[in-house]
């Protein structure tokens, strides 16, 4: 399937859009935000914790501070205590505390392991801090730096980091970081599932003929080890393509997600199908939305401005048959509110609200139980290989 998804795009030849030309996507891309919700993150938890932590230490700070940069420094022959580092990255106020968390991150990691006793991990609780301070490039030098081998090896570190690059703008970056993440390959696992959705949804709003081919081979690797993608990397995928002028490409992409009935799903068939003439497929859906609809489930809806497209075309189809069909589903949608005012793109880029799972009786701490068990799980196989990533 992903090898036919190449071969169609490759030698299609329809005029591929570029990001200079959106006018010419089937729905605008509108402003960025973030993908994952804070909580998703943990980073509410991080902002409770470095409340608490400034409350305590308001006396001492400051001190508390001084001495810290004597240790850090280069002649220094103190160690870096894994209690220190961890209130020194809550109380940072400024860059030239973040700068001095940097240092002592080194020195900490250069330390002897085996003095180390500690299981407390600090990628997750790093990155929330830079994430927390808007610091983007600084997070990416980090996770790159030779000096901090090992310590964002953490697949919440990886998904903090891309989320705060991709909430800059950073798409290129969010690409470069996705791809030293699948040299890692911790047992086996070359796709963590998170990093996916972001490496699309990078890849979406960068919207350019390069990242839909970015999003194909991607696709293929996906493929060829078994994972099948998350709906949401799925939709991203294929709203790609249809703003690239492959409706074709975007309806094969689409048709593999499990649940055929989710609303971007549904939006973006009818959406390709429009662009690709098949308007008897149009009304099919349509129909069969409104007989399967009650009361009980949530109301099934359709983006307006994807009817409107396909409105506006079915006017210029000169067909008085599908027309008048048509016509009167639209008519019917509206009198039962199954017409949404939200633009497709903003339901592909909402927030992603996914609290995490603790076992009963566990209390979230950042470093501590979520973190050290997101390490877990890049070391354990699994039973199955690609089980985690199907929709």
Not at 36 to 59: I, P, Q, W
Not at 77 to 88: A, C, G, Q, S, Y
Not at 351 to 357: A, F, L, N, S
Request: aromatic share 8%; charged share 25%.
């Amino acid at each position: 399937m992903a090898s036919t998804l190449l071969s169609v795009f490759r030698n299609s030849s329809q005029t591929v859009g570029r990001l200079n030309k959106l006018s010419s996507c089937f729905f605008n891309i509108k402003n960025v935000r973030s993908i994952y919700a804070k909580s998703t993150l943990g980073l509410d938890t991080f902002e409770e914790h470095r409340v608490k932590t400034k409350s305590h230490m308001t006396s001492i700070s400051e001190k508390f501070k001084e001495k810290m940069s004597e240790y850090a420094g280069e002649d220094s022959k103190n160690m870096i205590f894994t209690e220190d580092l961890k209130n020194m990255i809550h109380i940072t106020d400024n860059d030239k505390d973040i700068d001095l968390v940097v240092r002592m991150l080194k020195r900490y990691n250069a330390q002897n392991k085996s003095l180390r006793f500690g299981n407390y991990v600090f990628g997750p609780v790093v990155m929330r801090m830079f994430y927390v301070h808007n610091k983007a490039d600084l997070a990416l030098e980090c996770f790159k730096s030779e000096e901090l081998s090992g310590i964002f090896d953490q697949y919440i570190t990886y998904q903090i980091l891309l989320d705060l690059l991709y909430e800059n703008q950073k798409y290129d970056e969010v690409l470069e970081v996705t791809e030293i993440i699948k040299t890692k390959q911790f047992d086996g696992t070359k796709f963590p599932r998170n990093v996916v959705v972001l490496a699309l949804a990078a890849c979406y709003k960068l919207n350019s003929k390069e990242s839909l081919e970015y999003t194909l081979k991607l696709w293929c690797e996906l493929n060829n080890v078994g994972h099948l993608p998350m709906r949401r990397a799925a939709t991203f995928a294929s709203a790609l393509a249809l703003n690239q002028g492959k409706p074709e490409v975007a309806l094969e992409i689409v048709s593999l997600c499990k649940n055929q009935n989710y609303t971007t799903v549904r939006n973006l068939k009818v959406a390709a199908l429009c662009e690709l003439g098949r308007f008897d497929d149009i009304i099919t859906i349509i129909k069969t939305m409104l007989s399967n609809d009650a009361p009980k489930n949530s109301l099934q809806t359709f983006n307006r401005n994807v009817l409107d497209k396909v409105k506006s075309a079915v006017e210029n189809l000169e067909d008085p048959e599908i027309t008048l069909d048509f016509n009167r589903l639209y008519e019917t949608l509206v009198k039962e509110n199954h017409i949404s005012d939200d633009t497709l793109d903003e339901q592909l880029c909402s927030e992603i609200q996914m609290p995490p799972k603790l076992p009963s009786g566990e209390r979230y701490q950042s470093g501590s139980f979520q973190d050290r068990r997101e390490g877990w799980n890049q070391r354990r196989p699994s039973r199955r290989p690609g089980l985690v990533d199907l929709i």
